[in-house]
Each structure stands twice: as structure tokens, then as C-alpha cells.
């Protein structure tokens, strides 16, 4: 079956730093690929998404390639912020756009 | 435009309760899919609905349940509740167009106690 793998967290930054965190997946067929963040008691929002190799995502400054040939799709980001703490999900969809399949989640705290 | 909004925020009930939340999709949606996200654990997919049919099903025991009605709203049901149901229980909705893409609500955080 489908699985994500994260890099476990938490991840302490200080504010500027760069920032990688780690995602690496099994599936099926050609799934899309994708970044969720989660702030403190909020829902989860969609961050980027890559629907093919090669594809590269990014949104408010965040990145991720969908790399087919290592099954990984690394999120990164030149300079992070305070306000980028929260929690990280890596994700993928199935071939027919049914589920969403998550993995456990990057904690990310950014100090000043 | 309104997002995905869930009710109720919070709830508290005892173990074998029964317990019915509710998810209203963004408007245009006609995709509501629901899942569970136990303390520090990434979303486990529950059902999809789709025009008011099932789509999808993700291993949960048959005491869950759920519907899609005429306005594509929907609604989680759980019987028999046990202390591990505890969560927050997440609706998404996502277009025909970009299905691939979901919405996620604020969550319902169900306490089993």
C-alpha cells in the first residue's frame, strides 16, 4: 500500500536559517505529491503540490521537487521565519484521487 | 468565499455514546472526504463521498459511518464509542476539476471519556 516518511522533529531554527525537512514515499502508480501545514489548533492547509517528476511546487517561499528516481519530495525554504512554526505534513494521493495518505508529521519551531 | 466549516468545535461524550459531526464543503464542492488525526499523528482517511455516493473507504471498523446529502454537505457518524476514537476529525472537500487538491475544515475535537 501507499506510505509517507517524514523526518522526525521537532526541527529548531533560528529565524533566516534554512530549512530541509525530509519526505520520502512508496506508491503505486503516479500519485501527486504534496505539503500540508498545520498551525496550532487550525485545520490543515495546503501548502504546495507536484503532480508529475520533475514538477517543482512552492508557495510562500517554500519549495519541494517531485523527485521519481529517490521516491522524494524534500520541502525547503531559503529563510524561515517566526511565523513558519507549525507542523508539517508530507502527503500523496492515490491514482484515483481518493484518499490522501499523510505522514506523522515535522514539528517546526523558529526562534527569534 | 466561505471555506470548509464543521460542527460542532468540541465535544465530549462517554464511551459507548453515539456521535454525529457535521462538514459543510466550500461552495461548488461536490467532494467531502472525513479523517482522523490522533495526538501527534498525521490524518487517517476515513470515507470520500462523492454526489452523494461512497468512493473510497479507509480501514475503520463499521461503526463508522457516513452520508453525503442534495447540498453535499455531510455528515460522520460513530457508534459504540471507545476511548481510542478520541481525535480530531477532519472534513475536506475538493473540486471535479482539481480533485486531487482538498480543502481542510478547522476540525471537530471529540473527547471519549
Known amino acids: 500500500g501507499n506510505s509517507v516518511t517524514q523526518m522526525e522533529g521537532p526541527v529548531t531554527l533560528s529565524e533566516e536559517a534554512f530549512l530541509t525537512i525530509n519526505c520520502t514515499y512508496t506508491?503505486?502508480?503516479?500519485?501527486?505529491l504534496f505539503w500540508y501545514v498545520q498551525y496550532p489548533g487550525e485545520g490543515l492547509q495546503l501548502l504546495l503540490k507536484?503532480?508529475?517528476?520533475?514538477d517543482k511546487g512552492s508557495n510562500k517561499g517554500f519549495e519541494a521537487t517531485y523527485r521519481k528516481e529517490t521516491t522524494s519530495f524534500h520541502l525547503e525554504k531559503g529563510s524561515v521565519q517566526v511565523s513558519d512554526s507549525a507542523v508539517y505534513f508530507c502527503?500523496?494521493?492515490?491514482?484515483?484521487?481518493?484518499?490522501?495518505?499523510f505522514g506523522s508529521g515535522t514539528r517546526l519551531q523558529v526562534q527569534p | 468565499d466561505a471555506g470548509v466549516t464543521q460542527s460542532p468545535t468540541h465535544l465530549i461524550k462517554t464511551r459507548g455514546q453515539h456521535v454525529t459531526l457535521r462538514c459543510s464543503p466550500i461552495?461548488?464542492?461536490?467532494?467531502v472526504s472525513w479523517y482522523q488525526q490522533v495526538l501527534g499523528q498525521g490524518p487517517q482517511f476515513i470515507f470520500q463521498?462523492?454526489?452523494?455516493?461512497?468512493?473510497g473507504r479507509g480501514n475503520f471498523p463499521d461503526r463508522f459511518s457516513a452520508r453525503q446529502f442534495p447540498n453535499y454537505s455531510s455528515e460522520l457518524n460513530v457508534n459504540a464509542l471507545l476511548l481510542g476514537d478520541s481525535a480530531l476529525y477532519l472534513c475536506?472537500?475538493?473540486?471535479?476539476?482539481?480533485?486531487?487538491?482538498?480543502?481542510f475544515g478547522p476540525g471537530t475535537r471529540l473527547t471519549v471519556t
Open positions: 507536484a503532480t508529475k517528476a520533475d
Open positions: 502527503a500523496l494521493s492515490d491514482t484515483g484521487r481518493r484518499a490522501l495518505t
Open positions: 475536506a472537500s475538493s473540486s471535479r476539476s482539481r480533485g486531487d487538491e482538498q480543502y
Open positions: 461552495s461548488g464542492h461536490k467532494s
Open positions: 463521498y462523492y454526489e452523494k455516493e461512497e468512493r
Open positions: 506508491a503505486t502508480g503516479y500519485p501527486s
